[in-house]
């Protein structure tokens, strides 16, 4: 989820102040998505809540780097 956050953020063209909470509520509601399909469609997999939590913890670290590298070090004028 890391990766996947970071690379949706770099590819995204969206300038509003909004562009990390919708790509942290993507990949969010995605990892959900995927824990519900696991738990009820198929027997070998389970759904868990700690890796929802673990998923969480992954996107909000990307994008926390992705911020402080495009926005903030991409901005400073060398």
């Known amino acids: ?4 956050t ?4 770099k590819s995204l ?3 509003s ?3 990390y909470l919708k790509v942290i509520l993507l990949t ?5 998505i995927i824990e519900i399909l ?3 469609f198929t027997d070998t997999r389970s759904g868990d809540l ?3 939590t673990a998923n969480f913890l992954g996107t909000v670290c990307a ?3 992705s911020y402080f590298i495009f926005e903030k070090i991409s901005s400073r004028k060398i």
């Open 1 to 4: 989820y890391f990766i996947l």
């Open 6 to 9: 970071f690379l949706l953020l």
């Open 13 to 15: 063209k969206d300038n």
């Open 17 to 19: 102040k909004f562009k």
């Open 28 to 32: 969010l509601f995605y990892g959900i």
């Open 38 to 40: 696991q738990a009820y």
């Open 50 to 52: 700690y890796d929802v």
């Open 63 to 65: 994008a926390l780097v």
